[in-house]
């Protein structure tokens, strides 16, 4: 009888063909659901190299394009952050010329020019939207936050799933923006070098607990980066979310500086993530490492399963071996009081 070893010899190849397969359909599977989610719904976030991608379309598209029309939310929705009443909205965009539009952040922030009036800014995103432009009316979404029609009868619909901005400001109110706008620098701009990077941890008091989620997303934050990115960004930089920001070495601080700057720039050149849609409804070529489709499939690494936990108001995903979960301290004891004397 052959012995087990013997027998699993030949089938070695196989069951590499298989671990290999299987990582492969994981990331397949991730960008084929996200997609069909797109097309009927689905709650998803824009970050930073979405909102460059779509500013870029605005610029190319509707640079120029004279608002004739515009409505502020057929649908009812609580977590749309407008900054007028619908009456405010159809009185003061219609005449306005789309101008330069900029990502800061999540945000895509959108110059709205007028001959004989002051500008206005057109602030969308900072959560999940679907913001699309349209040549037919028979495109039009049925429920939306936000329809602006154009003097040549095309459209710009915004459809808010989950959270997200629809505001109309002045541009000397940007503080007044709903998110991203306290934050620190983005990794697009030259101001982000390593030694600025290095100085939001050399701020952070010794005895501090935040964790380098927390450190990343929101305080002191990397702006335009969100729950989405932050996965193949900790992966890359071979640390798990938990992690204590005061407690990475100089080294760690350096590749998690690098990780940021690759995810973020391969993400801008590949259109943005798979599982959100640009202006014209086309999904990003991004494929993430880590993610919701790739929870339970071999690391592309180390083939070891990625694990998932939920953790500061979303799910984290890491490969246990090339990101060790770290130890939680033991709760300090209290000195027992003196035994009173006799």
């Not at 930073?48 to 004279?66: D, F, H, Y």
Request: aromatic share 8%; glycine share 8%; proline share 9%.
């Amino acid at each position: 009888m052959a012995s087990p070893h013997n027998m699993i010899g030949p089938l070695r190849p196989l069951m590499i063909s298989l671990i290999v397969q299987l990582s492969t359909a994981c990331i397949f599977v991730e960008c084929t659901a996200y997609t069909m989610m797109s097309s009927g719904g689905g709650t998803l976030m824009i970050e930073l190299p979405e909102a460059v991608v779509i500013a870029e379309q605005v610029n190319q598209t509707l640079k120029g394009k004279v608002i004739k029309a515009a409505i502020r939310g057929n649908t009812p929705s609580k977590f749309t952050f407008y900054s007028g009443t619908p009456e405010h909205y159809a009185a003061v965009m219609p005449g306005k010329k789309a101008g330069n539009a900029v990502a800061d952040g999540s945000l895509i922030v959108i110059d709205l020019l007028h001959n004989t009036s002051s500008p206005l800014q057109l602030v969308l995103g900072g959560g999940g939207e679907r913001i699309l432009y349209h040549t037919s009316p028979a495109t039009l979404p049925k429920k939306h936050q936000l329809l602006l029609t154009f003097a040549d009868d095309t459209f710009l619909s915004v459809s808010v799933q989950g959270w997200g901005a629809a505001q109309l400001f002045s541009s000397t109110e940007a503080s007044k923006r709903w998110c991203g706008f306290d934050k620190g620098l983005m990794p697009t701009e030259k101001g982000f070098t390593p030694k600025y990077f290095f100085q939001l941890f050399t701020s952070l008091p010794p005895n501090d607990r935040r964790s380098l989620k927390e450190f990343l997303v929101s305080k002191p934050g990397v702006r335009g980066v969100g729950n989405g990115y932050l996965q193949d960004i900790l992966f890359r930089a071979k640390l798990h979310a938990r992690v204590p920001a005061t407690s990475l070495s100089q080294q760690q601080q350096q590749k998690l500086y690098k990780a940021i700057i690759t995810t973020i720039g391969t993400a801008i050149k590949q259109h943005g993530r798979c599982d959100e849609l640009d202006l014209f409804g086309t999904p990003g070529k991004y494929q993430r490492i880590l993610s919701s489709a790739t929870a339970g499939c071999p690391c592309p690494e180390c083939k070891t399963p990625i694990e998932k936990e939920p953790f500061l108001g979303g799910s984290v995903y890491w490969c246990p071996k090339c990101q060790p979960k770290p130890t939680p301290s033991p709760p300090k004891r209290r000195p027992r009081p003196a035994a009173p004397r006799a």
